[in-house]
């Protein structure tokens, strides 16, 4: 679907990157997330606001899931493909979740979630992963109850880390 959603009620499709509506409210949406602490506190910078929907389409690993609700944007749902070397099919790992909290407690997010998870599947990916903050304890109940848990291999060894490393 391109353009406005219906007047009324929620809505939850998959972006069309080349649809202005749809552009926009990905990057309103994503600048909302990076300006609340668990987002890191700080506003996208112009050149991600101006490039990120184009570099986005750039890459047919990516897709993203909106949410709108009469018409006015509340969620957003970032996915990145990769590839399981164990399982020698794709992966599919959520980038980023975001609702305006205005439409947190409503299962947006679950909505969002479960569309992902079916673009995946078409995508004939294995798994879905995603990172949340400890302390972000609303998301991590929502995820839980999506099926989301820790990755381990062996229970000796415990639940893997996620690292990161800046690269300048």
Known sequence: M?????????????????DAL?????VSLLDAYAQDPAGGGH?????????????????????SVLAFDAGQPVGLVNCIEGFSTFQCRPLVN?????????HRGQRVGERMLNLAEAIALQRGACKLTLEVLQGNQSARRLYQRLGFAGYELDPALGQA???QKWLV
Do not use: C, I, W
């Open 94 to 102: 959520v980038h980023d979740v975001v609702v305006l909290a205005s």
């Open 43 to 63: 506003a996208l910078s112009e050149h991600v606001k101006t490039h990120l929907v184009a570099a986005l389409a750039a890459r047919p690993q990516a897709y």
């Open 161 to 163: 880390q996620f690292l």
């Open 22 to 26: 749809h552009a926009a409210a990905l």
């Open 2 to 18: 391109t353009g406005a959603p219906p007047a009324s009620g929620l809505r939850v499709l998959r972006a069309d990157y080349a």
